[in-house]
Every structure is written in structure tokens, then in C-alpha cells.
T-cell receptor, first 114, second 118 residues
């Protein structure tokens, strides 16, 4: 049990719709990173938030956006869903200031786009 | 930018046999190195990490890995596997940067499915 929870666990959407995925970080963690894991692939880095500011972004279009709240929970928003957005979305939290190099992953949200 | 290649997509092995999962990486900057394990329907769990210091690192569940800078490799080993080690293993790298946030910007390999047979 990592202390990182994601909701919902499963989600089905239609192409063109918008979706919001949620992540509750481990207590005290000020950094959250989001990853997309397509079937049979390794996770791909989407973006990171540190103390409520975006702190790095992978090769994902602007329709992928995020928020981090003062309590360090976070959201991943995806607009204009495409079929290729079907994947497992993982969030991972850490306490950056400690520099231990350890991420705590949630179990993910499985998104299916029809 | 970094890239990671896991040389074996699947590794079958018998219980109590040794195993090695191979990982090579490329990067234009110095890196931190990690191995994560993913059990079915679960998130990823850190097995071990190389940040600095000794190139031989020991992790949880009896796993160890050796950082070889000249060969840009970070192979994972276990001398005797158990049925419970059956899972998918991911090698990952992060570019060294200021502060502790760089650990969260990982580039993963494609994964190696380890199947341990009785």
C-alpha cells in the first residue's frame, strides 16, 4: 500500500469527450508526476507538478493538462479524447526536498475511449 | 533526452534458478537509474535505485543491479527466484538535475515479463 489513491479505477468515454482523472498523493508529498501506460508498453511521462506549478512536460499535446491543489491532490484533464488515449494513467507522488529518489505510484485509472 | 532498451520482452525461468534482466540506456547527461516492478492490476513499486556511490546496488526481495557506465547498462539480477517474483519489470532513467524533482521525470523501457515456473 503506497498511500497514493486514484479515481476512478475504470472509465469509458467516447471520442471527442473530455475526462478528468484524480490523484490523492501520499501525505506530505509536494510533487506529483503523471504517466500514460499503453497496453504492452512502459509508462510515458506526461508532466510533473511541484508545489502547484507545472515542472516539466513530456511529449504530449496541450489537450493534456493538469492541476495540483494546496493539499497536493491533483488532476489530469484530457480534452477532445482520441482512440489512442486509451491507456492506464498512473500518478506518482514524492517529497522532492528529501531527494531520496523514490516515487510512490497509485494503481492507476484504466481509460477506454470508444 | 534519454532512452531505455530492455533487451528481453519475456524471460521464463524455473523456481530457484538465477535470473538476469538486461537494461541498456542512452543519455546525453548523467542519469539516475531505477528498476520498478509491476504486479497485475497494480501500480509500480520501486525495487532499487542508483543515485551515486557504489555501482552495485541492492534492493528489496533479494534483487540487485550493477551500474556499468562504460557499457551504459544497469542489469537486474537475482540468484534464486520464487514463484512470487512473477511480474513485469521496468528499467527507468532520469536525467540528473538540481533539486529532487528530477526523480519523477522518468523514461521507462518497454518492460520484461518474468515468469517463474514451478
Amino acid at each position: 500500500e503506497t498511500g497514493v489513491t486514484q479515481s476512478p479505477t475504470h472509465l469509458i468515454k467516447t471520442r471527442g469527450q473530455q475526462v478528468t482523472l484524480r490523484c490523492s498523493s501520499q501525505s506530505g508529498h509536494n510533487t506529483v508526476s503523471w504517466y500514460q501506460q499503453a497496453l504492452g508498453q512502459g509508462p510515458q511521462f506526461i508532466f510533473q507538478y511541484y508545489r502547484e506549478e507545472e515542472n516539466g512536460r513530456g511529449n504530449f499535446p496541450p489537450r493534456f493538462s493538469g492541476l495540483q491543489f494546496p493539499n497536493y491532490s491533483s488532476e489530469l484533464n484530457v480534452n477532445a479524447l482520441e482512440l489512442d488515449d486509451s491507456a492506464l494513467y498512473l500518478c506518482a507522488s514524492s517529497l522532492a526536498d528529501r531527494g531520496e529518489g523514490k516515487l510512490f505510484f497509485g494503481s492507476g485509472t484504466q481509460l477506454s475511449v470508444l | 533526452a534519454q532512452s531505455v532498451t530492455q533487451l528481453d520482452s519475456q524471460v521464463p525461468v524455473f523456481e530457484e534458478a538465477p535470473v538476469e534482466l538486461r537494461c541498456n540506456y542512452s543519455s546525453s547527461v548523467s542519469v539516475y537509474l531505477f528498476w520498478y516492478v509491476q504486479y497485475p492490476n497494480q501500480g509500480l513499486q520501486l525495487l532499487l535505485k542508483y543515485l551515486s556511490g557504489s555501482t552495485l546496488v541492492k534492493g528489496i526481495n533479494g534483487f540487485e543491479a550493477e551500474f556499468n557506465k562504460s557499457q551504459t547498462s544497469f542489469h537486474l539480477r537475482k540468484p534464486s527466484v520464487h514463484i512470487s517474483d512473477t511480474a513485469e519489470y521496468f528499467c527507468a532513467v532520469a536525467g540528473r538535475g538540481a533539486g529532487g524533482t528530477s526523480y519523477g521525470k522518468l523514461t521507462f523501457g518497454q518492460g520484461t515479463i518474468l515468469t517463474v515456473h514451478p
